[in-house]
Structures are given as C-alpha cells and as structure tokens.
C-alpha cells in the first residue's frame, strides 16, 4: 500500500451494499455437508470414532463392530474444521523474537519497534472441536522436500510468508537466492537442508493489474479475464500456491472484461458504472483458479492451491488518530460478530474455492483449499502494529496524530496461527494421498 497514508481508502467499505450472502450461505453450507459426511462415513468410517471404541453405528442406524486396529498412516484428523474456535491464553509464547530471524518488514517489527506490551503473544487458537498442534518447522520442511512454496498476493501474503519464514528459521538457515522490484516484491529464498524453495510474488489482484500511482492514473485498473503473468508464467516450476489477496480491491479502480470497461469502483470523474467491488473479487478469484486448474489439466503438472481468506483491519476510529488500534486482548467469543464487508470477502472466497474443487477430476494433481481465517484473524484487534509500525513512535512524547498500521499483523504474532492451520493442511493431505496409494 502507498506510503503515506496506507488506508485513506477505507472510507469505501461504507459504500458497499451488503447483500445476505450469509443467509444464502447457510442452507448451502447444509446441503453441501451432509452428502460430505455422508461419504467420509462411507469411506473412512475410523476417523469419525475414537481409537478404542468398537461398538458404534452404521448409517441406518444399526450397532456394527468396528476394527480397533492401528491406522497405517499418521494420525491426522481429517474431520476437524480449524475456522471456528476461540483464542486461549498460551504460556509458551512464540518460537521467534523480532531478532531471531533477518526478514521481518520494518514495519512489522513491533518487538523490535519498542511495542511496550507483550501479552498479545501468549495466545493460542483452541478449535472447537480438535487441538492445533504447534507449528513444527521440520515437519513442515520435511512435507514440502524439493518443493517450491510460492506466496502471491499482496502485502498480507508477504505477512504470511514472513510469518513462515520465521518460524522456519527457528531450524534452519534459508538463502535468499532471488529478489526484484521496489521494496522486495519478488524474492525467493532456498532451504539446502531440505531443498526446499519459498517465493513470494507481488500480485494485489492476482488477475493482470496495473496500480495507480502518484503522479499518473488515480485509478487501479484491473483485467478482469487474465491472470498476473508475473505469477502465472512462473507456475510450472511452483508445486505449492497460497493466494492472498483483498484489501487492494477496496481501492478506486476501474475494471475491463475482454477488452471493454465492465465498470468501476469509487471513480468519481469517470463516467464509468459503479460496481463496486465484491463481484470483482468474484472473478478475480475465479479467473485465477480457473488458470491454474486449466494449468494443471494440460500440463499434468501436480499443484496445491491454498486461498488465505480475508483478514479483516482493526480500526476504530481515524486511523491516524493514537489509539486507532490499542487493544492489547482478543475479543471474547460473543463480544463482537464477525458481519459485513469482512464476512462478505470471505463468503466469496469459500464460495470460490469450493466450486473449484468440485470441478477437480484428479485429486492426485491439483488439490485446493481455503485457509479460512477470517473469524480467527477478526477476533485478533490487539495483534497489529499500529503505531509500532515505525520505530519508538512515541520517543518525543504522546502525539495526538500518528500513524497506525491496523492491517498487518506484528510478527511474532496471530498470522504464525495461519502457518499451523497450513501445516495441518498439507499433513492431511499428505495422509490422504498415501490412504489413496494403499
Ligand atoms: C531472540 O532469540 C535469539 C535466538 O533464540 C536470542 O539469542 C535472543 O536473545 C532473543 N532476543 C530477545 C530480545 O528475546
Ligand atoms: C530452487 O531454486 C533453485 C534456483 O534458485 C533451483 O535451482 C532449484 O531447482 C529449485 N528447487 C526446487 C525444489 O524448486
Ligand atoms: C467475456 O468473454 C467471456 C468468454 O467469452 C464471456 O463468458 C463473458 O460473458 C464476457 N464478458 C463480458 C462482460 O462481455
Ligand atoms: C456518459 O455515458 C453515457 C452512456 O454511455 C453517454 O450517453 C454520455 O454522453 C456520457 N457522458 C459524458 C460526459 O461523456
């Protein structure tokens, strides 16, 4: 985001309509469940059950006996919905500091920036039904062993991919082997110890883009039927994706669909259709999950594809006012309702990775899945920057005006939650794929 005043832009949240896409959502979440459980019932009828209990039922109901027998594969549950949950205090803390490790943003750094309190890192996320194991850097080094993890998106997947980094190099070294564009927008680093590649890709949009700048086009200018091809060329030699993208389409933007102007968002002056912007990330999304499965159907190429689902800002009040993110606590479960804009994004982005992975003929070459952190990253407003996001912000006394950063999340921080939810997503994949190998 620009420089000076990131999130000028928010104002425009406000002038979105929200439709009830909750409400659409929830006999479809219904329908969609049901056959699911349905059919893992019918084919891992184990995972549902504790390991010693052998009387159970089967689907009409009747007592069966079911076999107690070790399970082949690791133990990963594979039932368990890791969105909802609650954050619990924590005493073990994160596995990095803002030293430890040589690639934390600046403007993340809230250790290193003199943030004062430091109760915003002994939390961790409890969902409701299973544990999240902590983040096991091997582990995670181990599954992806000459693989190339690739981050693209906007400064939220950097955030992430910082995040991973970090925790990374808790066990080993990484090499920064590539880096081009202003302020490290492309960079690659390798892993020796597991040959392991991890790259992140500046790509606001992910569909072909062209930002506005100070002295040229106000306007963003999105394509609405062509991916970035600063990603998309490069997919061949990518095995593993995590698209992040969302708070760049709340901006002024003018946007073209085969070569003509479908309409525009917050273009005063343009005699353009406001359009707003939730059906623009819509096709964006679907535009590029519709490359990559094009991608891997003619190539025959195998990849992963992982969406980070929105994560909403923490704003209260003008942002460059003090206190426009002071919290130094998670909400409590009821204390606020994830609703609007926010939930809006994410509904979306489900609605779009699950019509994806419907269309999915061979699990064994392309595997997708939303990393659905919205209500976990929204019940987070004491783990951003704010006005640490410049060093010592208050060295000459408390000011009225400062700048707040409550975007981005401090590292360490809740967004390290995102890599171990990550984790947990490729383990079971993995798992998965050796059940399907025998
Ligand atoms: C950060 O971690 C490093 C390595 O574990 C340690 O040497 C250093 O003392 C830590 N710094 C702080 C400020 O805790
Ligand atoms: C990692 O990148 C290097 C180039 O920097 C390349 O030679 C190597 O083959 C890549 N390895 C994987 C697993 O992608
Ligand atoms: C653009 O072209 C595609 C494919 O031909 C078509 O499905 C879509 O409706 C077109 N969009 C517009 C706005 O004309
Ligand atoms: C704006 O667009 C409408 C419809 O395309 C057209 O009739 C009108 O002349 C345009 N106005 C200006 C000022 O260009």
Not at 138 to 147: D, M, P, Q, R
Not at 180 to 205: A, C, E, I, L, T
Request: charged share 25%; proline share 6%.
């Amino acid at each position: 985001m620009g420089s000076t005043s990131p999130f000028k832009d928010h104002h425009h949240h406000q002038q979105q309509q929200s439709y009830p896409i909750t409400k659409k959502l929830l006999p479809w979440a219904l329908y969609a469940l049901l056959p699911l459980a349905i059919f893992r019932l019918y084919l891992h009828p184990l995972d549902l059950f504790s390991e010693n209990e052998v009387i159970t039922k089967d689907l009409q109901n009747k007592p069966i006996i079911v076999s107690t027998a070790p399970k082949p594969v690791e133990e990963v549950r594979n039932d368990c919905d890791y969105s909802n949950g609650e954050w619990v205090e924590d005493k073990m803390g994160p596995l990095y500091n803002g030293t430890s490790c040589g690639t934390i943003k600046d403007g993340q750094n809230c250790m290193g920036h003199g943030r004062p309190d430091s109760g915003y890192l002994y939390w961790r996320w409890k969902p409701s039904q299973c544990q999240l194991p902590r983040f096991e850097p091997t582990k995670f080094l181990s599954l992806l062993e000459n693989k190339h993890l690739a981050f693209v998106g906007d400064s939220m997947a950097r955030n992430q991919l910082e995040s991973l980094l970090c925790l990374l190099s808790s066990v080993s070294h990484p090499d920064l082997v590539y880096t081009n564009g202003d302020d490290n927008k492309f960079r690659r680093w390798h892993f020796p110890s597991h040959n392991v590649n991890v790259s992140v890709y500046w790509s606001p949009f992910l569909v072909k883009g062209i930002e506005k700048s100070n002295t040229g086009f106000n306007f963003n200018k999105l394509f609405l039927d062509s991916v970035d091809n600063r990603w998309a060329l490069d997919l061949e030699q990518i095995d593993m994706l995590v698209l992040s993208v969302g708070h760049w389409f709340l901006h002024p933007a003018v946007y073209y669909e085969n070569d003509s102007v479908l309409g525009c968002h917050a273009c005063e002056g343009l005699n353009h259709t406001e359009i707003g912007f939730f059906d623009v990330l819509r096709k964006a999304v679907k535009t590029t999950l519709k490359a990559i499965t094009d991608k891997s159907i003619t190539d025959g190429n195998q990849i992963d594809v992982i969406l980070t689902t929105f994560s909403p800002a923490h704003f209260e009040g003008e942002w460059d006012k003090n206190g426009a993110c002071s919290r130094e606590k998670p909400f409590e479960e009821g204390e606020k309702a994830l609703e609007g804009m926010d939930a809006d994004m994410r509904n979306i982005e489900v609605e779009e990775i699950e019509e994806a992975k419907n269309k999915v003929i061979q699990v064994d070459r392309l595997r997708i899945e939303a990393l659905d952190v919205t209500k976990i990253a929204f019940m987070r407003p004491d783990g951003h920057p704010g006005p640490y996001m410049y060093p010592n912000p208050f060295a000459d006394g408390v000011k009225d005006r400062v700048q707040n950063d409550c975007v981005h999340w401090c590292l360490p921080g809740p967004i390290d939650t995102w890599n171990e939810i990550l984790l947990q997503v490729v383990r079971q994949w993995e798992a998965e794929s050796m059940r399907r190998r025998g």
